[in-house]
C-alpha cells in the first residue's frame, strides 16, 4: 500500500509538467498579447516603442522555449513568478480568491451533500413510490437548470421582492462570520443544488445496487435492524461512487465557477481565470491551470486512499 | 366676487417669492458619508503616466492633483482651472506660461509640495528615465523646457505656440508625484500611493474593491465633503446594474446601456438621477487606401453617402451606446461642426435618397456600377460594435455592395489594423478631454494609428496650423477645412455615431457633472450625498 502511495505521488510529477507544457503552448497560440490589450486599448494609438518596450521587460520578445525554461525552473522551486497584468506576484494574486472560491467549494459540497444522501437513500427505499418521482423530479430539475441561471433568478427574486442584494464585497469568515455567509450562502446553495442533483441520481442508483446484494439480504435474515442494514452495509459500499462524482466536482468547483463568479460578482478563482484570459496574462494563467491540476491530482490521490478505507476488498499493489 | 381673482394672484405671489427664497437645505452641500461606486475594470498599475485605462483613473484620481485640472462643473470638459496652479500668466509671445503654486498644499505624509515636486512629475512625464514609460509624453513636443525657479513657480517654455497647452495641462493623468520619491525611485508609484489629492489611500483589495478615507489636511478647505469611498470592481454588466438597483453601490461614472438605465429607471423611481452626454469616443471607418477599390475616393465617398445617419441614430440609440451625429469633435464642445456645416459634408445631408443616387452614379464612375462584394472587419465587442456593424452593412447593401462581416477577437483587432489586413474595418477612438491637437493627429500621414494609410500633406498641413493658431475663431476656419478635407474631400476616414453617455446614479449623489470624458471628472472632491 505505502509503495502505491509513494508511486501514485511520484506520478503525480510527469502529469503536471504534461499539463504546464500543454498549457504553456495553446495560451500562447491564442491571438493578441498582453501589451497590446494593456496599451492599446480604448484609445487604440499608442506607439509601437512603447508597445516593443513593454515586451522586452516582460520577456515576450525571448523565443518561446526560452520563456518555458525560465517559467518551468521558477515552478520546480514554487516560484511563479508575477502576473503580466499587474506586475505583482502570482501567489499575491491568487491568495484571497483562492480562499474564497475554497470556502464556497466546501460550502457547495455540504449543500450538496446534506440534500443527495438522504433525498438518494429515501428515493432508494421508497423505490417507484410518489417519494421517489418527487425525489426524481427534484434532481432532474437540479440537472437541467445551470447554476448562473439559478443564481440570476436569485438576485432578481431577492432584488424585486425583498429590495435586497447580497453584499458585494468579500469579507472573510473569521472578520465578520453574519456578513461572510451573507454573500456567500446564495451561490452555494445555487451550486450546491445542481451538484447535490447528480450526487442524488448517483446515490439512488448505487444504493439500489447495494440493497439487492447477497449480504443485505442475508443481513436482514439474521434479523438485523433495518438502521443498522443501512449505515453499516448498504450506505457504506454504496458511498464509493458517491465519493468519486462529489470529489471530482469539488475539485472542479475550486476554479471553474467562472460565470456564477460574475453573477453574484464573487472575487474567486473562476473570476480571475476569465480576467487571465481576456488580459492574456500568460503567466498567471499558467499558475491557475497548474492550480486547478494540482486540486484535481490531489483529489484524485485522496479518493483512492478513500477507496481502501470504505472497501477493504480494494488492494493497492 | 372678488376672492377668485385674488386666489391666483396670491398664489402666483408665492411662486415668486418662493423662488426667490434660497435653495432647499438639501441643495446645500452636506459633509459625510461615503460614496459607493462601480468600476467596471481595475488598475493594472498605479502609476497614471504609464496607464491607459479609466479603471486607474476611477478609484485613484481622488488620492492625486493636477496642474490644472477641468473645471468639474463644466458639462462641456473643455475649461480649464486651477488646481496645485493657484493663478497662471502666459507671455506675449505665448511661449512662456508662468504658474503660482499653492502655498500650504501637503501631501498626505505631511510634507508640503513646492514647485519642485510638479517640476519632477513633469519631466517624468516628458524625458522618463530609462526603463520608464510615459504614454502621454508625444502630447507634449511643443514643450522646449520645463522649470521651478523657486518654490512657488513653474514655467514652461514652449518651441512654438500652441492653443490647447493649457487644456493639456489639465490632462487627468499628469499626477503630481513628490520629487525626492521619484528621485530615488522612478518606479515607486507603480505600486504605491501617496498624493496631495482629497482622499487618502487606505487599501486595495485585488479584484473587490478599493477604499479612500477624507484627507482632512486637503488645501481647499470645507472639502471634500464625503468621509470616504469605496470602489467596487464588477466587470459583469449586469451585476453592475444590480448594484446599482439594490443600493449596493450609488453610480458607475463609466456609462450604462440605454437598456440598463430605462431598467434602472423602472425600479427605482424617484430615487434614481440620470446624467446623460455626448461622448468622447467614436467609431470610425478605415478604408485601406493601398487596396483597391478602396484607393478611389469616388468609391470611399459612395460608402459615407450610403449612411443615413439620422436614422441610424435614432434606431441604434435605443439599443446601444452611440447617438449624436457629429464630425471630428463632439456636440456642444468648443470646436464642434455646427449643424449647417455638418450637412454639407458627404454623408450628412438629410435627403438620403438623393445621398445614395449619388453613391450609385459615383460607383458607376469608378467601373463598378454593379456594386462589388468585400469584408468588414469588425472588433468581437457587443456594444456598439456589433450593432453598428450590422447597421453599416444594411446602410452599404443599399447603394448595390455586397458586405460580409467578420468578427476578430478584441485582443487580436489592434495588431490587424496596424498590420494593415483589413479592406474596410471598424475603427476607434476615446479621449479624455475633447481638444483637436489630442483627437486628431491619428490623421496625420506618419501617425501609428493611422490604419487606413493615407497620405495627404494638405491633412498633415492643415493639423499643424490649427494646433498653432492662438485665435479660436481661426482655429475654427482651419479646423472646418481640416473636416471637409478628411470626410468629405478625400474621405479617408467615416466618422459613424457619436458615443453617448449614460450615467443612471442614486439621487442622493450630488455635485458630480458629467462631461463628454469618463476619463475627467473623477476627484470626488466636489461630490457629496444629501442623505
Known sequence: MHKYLVKRFLLMLPTLFGVALVTFLLIRVIPGDVVELRYAGDRGAVAQEILDQERARIGLDKPVWHQFLAWITGVARLDFGTSMWTGAPIWDE?????????????????????????????????????????????????????????????????????????????????????????????????????????????????????????????????????????????????????????????????????????????????????QAVAHRDYTLLQALVMLVAGAFIIVNFLMDIAYAWLDPRIKYR | MRRPILVPIVLVVALLLASALPAPAQDKPRSGGELVFVVPSEPPGYDAHQEETFGLIHPMAPHYSTLLRVDPFDKTGTKPVGDLAESWTISKDQLTYTFKIRKGVKFHDGSELTAKDVKASYDKILNPPAGVKSLRKVAYTAIASVDAPDAGAFVIKLKYPEASMLLNLASPWNWIYKADILAKDPHWYEKNVMGTGAFKFVEHVKGSHWVGKKNPDYWDKGKPYLDGYRAIFISNSAAQVAAVRGERAMIQFRSFSPPERDSLVQALGPKIAVQESAWDCANLVAMHHEKKPFDDKRVRRALTLALDRYAGSQALSKITLVKDVAGIQVPGTPYATPPAELEKLAGYGHDIAKNRAEAKRLLKEAGVPDGFAFTFKNRGIPHPYEPLGIWLIDQWRQIGLNVKMEVIEASAYHPMLKRGDFEVAMDFQCGFIVEPDLDLPRFVSNSDANFGRHKDTVIDDLFSRQGRATDPDERKKILRQFEKRLLDEEVHVMYTLQWHRVVPHLAKVKGWTITPSHYLNNQLDTVWLSE
Do not use: C
Open chain 1, 94 to 274: 491568487i491568495k484571497l480568491r483562492f480562499t474564497l472560491s475554497l470556502q464556497l467549494a466546501v460550502m457547495a459540497t455540504l449543500v450538496a451533500v446534506a440534500l443527495a444522501i438522504p433525498l438518494g437513500v429515501l428515493a432508494a427505499l421508497k423505490q417507484d413510490t410518489w417519494i421517489d418521482y418527487a425525489v426524481r423530479i427534484f434532481s432532474i430539475a437540479g440537472l437541467s437548470m445551470p447554476s448562473f441561471w439559478l443564481g440570476i433568478v436569485m438576485i432578481l427574486v431577492m432584488l424585486v421582492a425583498f429590495k435586497w442584494l447580497p453584499p458585494m464585497v468579500y469579507t472573510p469568515f473569521w472578520v465578520n462570520p453574519v456578513q461572510n455567509l451573507a454573500q456567500l450562502i446564495w451561490p452555494a446553495l445555487a451550486v450546491g443544488y445542481r451538484y447535490s442533483a447528480v450526487a442524488t441520481r448517483m446515490t439512488r442508483s448505487a444504493m439500489l445496487e447495494v440493497l439487492r446484494e447477497d449480504y443485505i439480504r442475508t443481513a436482514r435474515a439474521k434479523g438485523l435492524m433495518q438502521k443498522l442494514i443501512l449505515s453499516r452495509h448498504a450506505l457504506k459500499n454504496a458511498m464509493l461512487p458517491v465519493l468519486t462524482v462529489v470529489a471530482l466536482e469539488f475539485a472542479f468547483l475550486i476554479g471553474g465557477l467562472v460565470v456564477t463568479e460574475q453573477v453574484f460578482n464573487l472575487n474567486g478563482i473562476g473570476l480571475l481565470f476569465v
